[in-house]
């Protein structure tokens, strides 16, 4: 059992690491210049290369994806403060939002899971097919709402 908990929390380092570089290069591959976004169409090159400076954009393309991989983040430009001071001043309205969500959703999944379990010995497949539906609609529901949060 535990040998099967820490396969799979190995498992994760890979994943967490594939989402990173994808959202790395749709960032630097898609995106427009983040500095000529900030700073405006009038804006003379001196200006736009020393906001790209202090946005860390002249730096290598590797050299920051290591930024990203070992959370160096840059200055905000919009706050004028560090970013971890940002994350830990809105931290706790977020979990204040997040923690009874995912208590309610789990108490609604277990009961679900319980009664489909039950359901599908006793009189057939078809809570089974009920069960994942109310599932992947909460599921939906809870993905939509911390999209909005």
């Known amino acids: 059992m535990w040998a099967y908990v820490v396969r799979k929390l190995l498992?994760?380092?890979p994943t967490i690491l594939g989402v990173v570089i994808i959202t790395f290069l749709l960032?630097?591959?898609?995106?427009?210049?983040?500095?000529?976004?900030?700073?405006?169409?009038?804006?003379?090159?001196e200006q736009l290369?020393?906001?790209?400076?202090?946005?860390g954009l002249d730096k290598p393309k590797f050299a920051q994806f290591v930024d990203?991989?070992?959370?160096?983040?840059p200055q905000s430009m919009r706050?004028?403060?560090?970013?971890?001071?940002?994350?830990?001043?809105?931290a706790p309205v977020s979990l204040a939002i997040q923690l009874p969500v995912f208590v309610i959703e789990l108490g609604l999944q277990l009961v679900l899971a319980m009664f489909v379990a039950a359901?599908?010995?006793?009189?057939?497949f078809w809570p089974?097919?009920?069960?994942?539906?109310?599932?992947?609609?909460?599921?939906?529901?809870?993905?939509v709402g911390r999209i909005g949060a």
Not at 27 to 45: E, I, L, Q
Request: charged letters at 20%; hydrophobic letters at 45%; aromatic letters at 12%.
């Open 128 to 143: 089974l097919r009920c069960g994942r539906m109310t599932t992947g609609a909460a599921e939906a529901a809870l993905f």
């Open 119 to 124: 359901s599908a010995r006793a009189r057939g």
């Open 27 to 45: 960032f630097n591959v898609v995106a427009k210049d983040p500095a000529r976004a900030f700073a405006g169409k009038k804006t003379s090159p």
């Open 68 to 73: 990203v991989l070992t959370f160096n983040f």
């Open 49 to 55: 290369q020393a906001i790209r400076h202090q946005m």
């Open 11 to 13: 498992l994760t380092i």
């Open 79 to 90: 706050y004028q403060e560090s970013v971890w001071s940002l994350f830990a001043r809105k």
